[in-house]
């Protein structure tokens, strides 16, 4: 009985790495007029919610303070001001909650940059040889009912942390 235990807590623990769903990983954030990458993104998830880490930006250090941010918004998942939170390593994206494998809703997007919030939904588009040549990720923002998507693109650890 003992070894069905070990076996049954070994299967969960693998097919919860291997089953995840395909919205995580890293990606890189890609600006649609001039098809330059601006960011790196670690999207992942904590108690079945949805979070997007920036992990690096162009002209960003790892110093680099949000002081443009307010000091708090509502539901912001790390304690403290977040006008003095560094810009890289802090999750901007949160609160996103599955509604089908791949699709998140429910959640929001800071921009560290002027301090603004959106409403947000994060879609994973696999690739279809068509549309999305290579895996996008839409994430999509909302103020109040003007809303806009960006696509960004599946990337390696090393890629996402690697811009400066």
């Given amino acids: 009985m003992k070894k069905f235990f070990t076996a ?5 623990m693998y097919s919860t790495a291997v089953f995840a769903d395909p919205a995580e990983g890293f990606w890189l954030s890609v600006d649609q007029r001039t098809g330059r ?8 998830q904590d108690n079945g ?4 880490k920036l992990v690096s930006a162009l002209g960003t250090s790892a110093t680099d303070r949000a002081s443009r941010c307010k000091e708090s918004y509502p539901d912001f998942p790390v304690t403290g001001r977040v006008n003095q939170l ?4 802090t999750p901007w994206i949160f609160g996103l909650r599955m509604e089908s494998n791949g699709h ?18 994060i879609i994973y588009h696999p690739a279809d040889g068509r549309r999305f040549p290579q895996e996008a990720l839409e994430i999509r923002g909302q103020l109040l009912v003007f809303s806009g998507s960006q696509y960004w693109r599946r990337a390696t650890p090393e890629e996402a942390g690697a811009l400066r």
């Avoid at 990458?37 to 992942?44: N, Q």
């Avoid at 919610?49 to 997007?52: H, I, N, Q, R, Y």
């Avoid at 560094?86 to 390593?89: A, F, I, R, Y």
Wanted: with cysteine; glycine share 16%.
């Fill in 8 to 12: 049954a807590i070994i299967f969960f």
């Fill in 37 to 44: 990458v601006e960011s790196g993104w670690e999207i992942y």
């Fill in 49 to 52: 919610v949805l979070f997007g």
């Fill in 86 to 89: 560094t810009v890289l390593g």
């Fill in 104 to 121: 998140w809703t429910g959640g929001n997007v800071i921009n560290p940059a002027n301090g603004s919030i959106y409403r947000c939904s």
